[in-house]
């Protein structure tokens, strides 16, 4: 071989040895979180196929400090059902006000009615039993309530707002599981802020009242205002003897106030309404501080709009109640005094 061509052989086996070694391919690891390791002239790459994800680090949310449960509020239409029940028997057919205590559920007449107590069945709404209040007169029965020792009768109705003889039936609670007549006891009040007192026409005062409750040892009245849809809340004590029924705050329901309920351990007021075309609403108050219940959550509950007289309601678990109608006939429209159940536990978490 020519010294030429020897030289040049040598030159092209010393490059490609070069090449090759620059450009190697390596196998990679069978491990089956890499897809491989490709190495280059500069520096490994590794590419994952199942990457482990960093950790989240939970965000702090600081305490509320409270002295009522936190309800969040849905705003889904339909999460409360609102369904009949049965019809009431024809003794309670003007059922004014709702109770469900120790197990049984009472109801009593408005104006004109009986000074009595019905308990009724609630399956078929018959009345099952009767407590007398031999010391009372039914005026305008428009309210019951009751905390751990007694039931309260609210004589309250006023429908022309002249009324000066306002008075609530205070009876042991015990009464009505084992007597059939009670003399009551009796608070007879007046309103802070009414000052006069003439005789106005049907359905035209603020000063007319359907609701009541026993919170902490108080009893609080809500107006039914004919003048301006409001209502008005109201303090008085449990004392015997004559009162004055302290003016606290008011709220726009944009509705006619027909009764209260309150759940004392959530802490939730519901209050019934009916509007001037009888179209009825439940309003939920909730995280609320202290006794002003108006300053907390206030929720119209999503019920199907339903035509009755609806003049009493009942907690009968945390978030169910029953609500009662009574009896309406006028021109064309004819409703018979009705139990219905109300299941709103959708509108809370």
């Known amino acids: 071989m020519k010294k030429s061509?020897?030289?040049?052989?040598?030159?092209?086996?010393?490059?490609?040895?070069?090449?090759?070694?620059?450009?190697?391919?390596?196998?990679?690891?069978?491990?089956?979180?890499?897809?491989?390791?490709?190495?280059?002239d500069t520096?490994?790459?590794t590419i994952e196929t199942n990457p482990t994800p960093p950790k989240r680090v939970p965000k702090r949310v600081p305490s509320r400090v409270s002295n009522h449960?936190?309800?969040?509020?849905?705003?889904?239409?339909?999460?409360?059902?609102?369904?009949?029940?049965?019809?009431?028997?024809?003794?309670?057919?003007?059922?004014?006000?709702?109770?469900?205590?120790?197990?049984?559920?009472?109801?009593?007449?408005?104006?004109?009615?009986?000074?009595?107590?019905y308990q009724i069945d609630e399956q078929n709404g018959r009345v099952l039993k009767r407590v007398k209040i031999i010391n009372a007169h039914n005026r305008d029965w428009e309210a019951l309530t009751f905390d751990d020792n007694y039931i309260y009768i609210g004589d309250v109705g006023n429908n022309r707002g002249y009324r000066r003889d306002?008075?609530?039936?205070?009876?042991?609670?015990?009464?009505?599981?084992?007597?059939?007549?009670?003399?009551?006891?009796?608070?007879n009040f007046n309103y802070s802020d009414q000052k006069d007192f003439t005789k106005k026409a049907s359905r035209q005062t603020n000063f007319d009242c359907e609701?009541?409750?026993?919170?902490?040892?108080?009893?609080?009245?809500?107006?039914?205002?004919?003048?301006?849809?409001?209502t008005r809340l109201y303090e008085l004590s449990t004392s015997v003897g004559k009162q004055i029924a302290k003016y606290k705050s008011s709220f726009n329901i944009n509705g006619l106030v027909t009764d209260a309920s309150i759940n004392r351990e959530l802490d939730i007021l519901l209050l019934s309404t009916y509007s001037s075309i009888l179209t009825a609403d439940i309003w939920a108050f909730s995280n609320f501080k202290g006794e002003n219940f108006f300053n907390g959550d206030k929720k119209k509950l999503n019920i199907k709009p339903t035509t009755a007289q609806i003049e009493g309601i009942t907690f009968i678990g945390s978030h169910k109640a029953y609500v009662s109608s009574e009896a309406f006939r006028k021109y064309i429209f004819s409703f018979d005094a009705s139990l219905y159940s109300l299941d709103f536990s959708g509108e809370f978490e």
């Not at 449960?69 to 028997?89: A, E, V």
């Not at 015990?174 to 009551?184: D, E, M, P, T, V």
């Not at 609701?211 to 409001?230: C, E, I, P, Q, T």
């Open 5 to 40: 061509n020897l030289l040049s052989a040598i030159f092209l086996i010393l490059l490609l040895n070069s090449c090759s070694k620059k450009n190697s391919i390596l196998i990679p690891p069978t491990d089956s979180s890499i897809l491989g390791t490709i190495i280059t």
């Open 43 to 45: 520096q490994p790459v």
């Open 69 to 117: 449960p936190i309800h969040q509020n849905r705003s889904i239409y339909g999460t409360t059902t609102f369904k009949l029940k049965t019809k009431l028997s024809k003794k309670v057919k003007e059922s004014s006000g709702l109770i469900k205590v120790d197990g049984r559920l009472w109801t009593m007449n408005d104006s004109g009615g009986r000074a009595e107590l």
């Open 166 to 187: 306002l008075r609530i039936y205070k009876i042991p609670r015990g009464a009505l599981k084992n007597q059939k007549s009670i003399r009551a006891e009796v608070i």
């Open 211 to 230: 609701a009541m409750v026993a919170y902490h040892g108080k009893l609080y009245l809500f107006s039914k205002d004919w003048g301006d849809n409001r």
